[in-house]
């Protein structure tokens, strides 16, 4: 009989694990190996969630290269795909706590922005008590070195980055179930939130904040009591050193740099190189880290493609006017003539936009930068031949583009205004070139049009109405 009921119980302890293997269940995890925390949250919903994801994943692995001594969590929603949950655990050593959204009573408020609908889900936040301190990150933020001292901070510490506004994309708490609950009643109960964002909430959750002292680590690696500001150093404002093009902030450490802002110009969009130089910065801790495999096959396809388009323009030289008729009627004829004009511009439009839209977003951005000219180059050569069209003219903005390339990108600049005018001046002077290219494009299409007879010209006879008669 007790050999059964040790069988029995040896089964049940079996079976046991192996649901917790496949379910992964919140009572069957692990225990943390570190006391404290760097935490970020994941949640889907919004036009940028892959890049998002790209983008955590680049700030766990570059914690992980500082060696930090403490656990990298995820407070990822329920509805973040399975796959993105396996690469953070697996490949990125991340420990993932799936939860329920938060539900945001602000998102009727007059000046609520839709894509902070979900920001709240940062409070779980204060629910990891499984750790002494968690250090809550957002993900665009790019640590320069270990900032591990932030876990001796007390129970909450932030970094005014606005002189009277704590910022909420990085600062330290300690978890507690208490507050936690505390703050889910406040939401219930409506306390006021000026954005309806996490940042309004927390901001007016700690109103003292700008009255505390400023936190320095203690030399005995102890833990304070207390809420303390955050010197600027742990949290700098990219804008700061856009200003001079390179960091002035005395106090405290230069750890960490946030990128508050648009949020079509985060450091990882190929595209804000070079309206935003630190991110070549992001990109070269992507490169070591990440990499780029995802979308490189994307990126040679593209390559592929566009180089084919180039060829195939330069052997087959398609004229659309051979391909048209004569028409006897002259409203008819001065409709066809002013949607042929039409039809070019907005090709030429269409080969300078098309690529912004194909190219992979988080691709490095000398790479991205180089595909699109080649894109739109090879998309131009594509009017150019079918219109007949002189090709200076048509590559008047890619000439401009690679201009403002390089006198953005230009190193010895003083200071971000002398920058700033430069660009300007360069954009004055240019204004001039593009308009008189849009001339010559208007006055080639009229000399291509009578050169090929697909118009009459003024005074000529009319042929007789039947119908259309083909030029070729």
């Not at 003083?414 to 308009?435: E, K, S, T």
């Amino acid at each position: 009989m007790q050999r059964c009921n040790a069988s029995f119980w040896t089964y049940v302890l079996f079976f046991s694990f192996a649901l917790c293997f496949l379910f992964s269940s919140p009572a069957c995890e692990a225990k943390p190996q570190h006391k404290n925390a760097y935490a970020t949250m994941m949640y889907m919903g919004t036009p940028r969630d892959y890049e998002f994801y790209v983008a955590i994943r680049v700030l766990l692995k570059s914690l992980a290269s500082l060696d930090v001594q403490a656990d990298l969590v995820v407070i990822a929603s329920i509805d973040v795909p399975l796959r993105w949950v396996r690469a953070l655990e697996r490949e990125d050593g991340a420990k993932v706590v799936r939860v329920e959204n938060m539900d945001n009573p602000y998102k009727h408020q007059v000046n609520f922005d839709k894509r902070f609908k979900l920001t709240l889900n940062k409070l779980y936040a204060w629910s990891l008590v499984d750790y002494d301190r968690v250090v809550m990150l957002d993900a665009d933020n790019l640590f320069l070195q270990n900032t591990d001292e932030l876990f001796q901070c007390g129970q909450f510490c932030a970094v005014f980055i606005n002189p009277c506004i704590f910022h909420t994309g990085l600062f330290v708490l300690q978890p507690s179930l208490a507050v936690f609950k505390d703050m889910v009643h406040e939401l219930e109960s409506g306390r006021e939130n000026p954005d309806g964002a996490d940042q309004g909430f927390i901001s007016s959750y700690f109103p003292e904040l700008l009255d505390r002292p400023l936190f320095h680590p203690p030399p005995n690696e102890t833990k304070l009591d207390g809420t303390y500001r955050l010197p600027l150093g742990y949290q700098m404002d990219a804008s700061y050193y856009y200003l001079k093009l390179r960091w002035s902030i005395p106090c405290g450490p230069n750890s960490v740099i946030t990128f508050p802002g648009a949020p079509w110009l985060k450091p990882w969009y190929w595209w804000s190189w070079p309206v935003l130089p630190l991110g070549l910065q992001w990109h070269e801790q992507r490169r070591q880290t990440l990499g780029y495999g995802a979308e490189m096959a994307v990126t040679l396809i593209q390559s592929a493609i566009y180089i084919g388009i180039i060829a195939m323009t330069r052997l087959a030289r398609p004229s659309l006017s051979k391909l048209c008729y004569r028409r006897s009627d002259n409203k008819s004829i001065n409709l066809m003539q002013n949607s042929l004009k039409l039809v070019a511009f907005w090709c030429i439009f269409a080969a300078y936009v098309t690529p912004f839209f194909t190219i992979p977003h988080t691709v490095h951005p000398l790479l991205g930068w180089a595909l699109y000219l080649l894109g739109s180059f090879s998309l131009c050569s594509i009017a150019i031949n079918a219109f007949v069209l002189p090709m200076i003219p048509v590559l008047v903005p890619w000439l401009g583009t690679v201009g403002v390339l390089l006198v953005m990108a230009f190193p010895w600049y003083p200071d971000g205004v002398v920058r700033a005018l430069c660009v300007f001046a360069y954009a004055f002077c240019c204004a001039p070139l593009l308009w008189v290219s849009i001339v010559r494009i208007m006055g080639a299409l009229q000399q291509t049009l009578e050169r090929e007879a697909f118009l009459p010209r003024l005074g000529e006879s009319s042929p007789p109405s039947g119908g259309f008669n083909k030029l070729y």
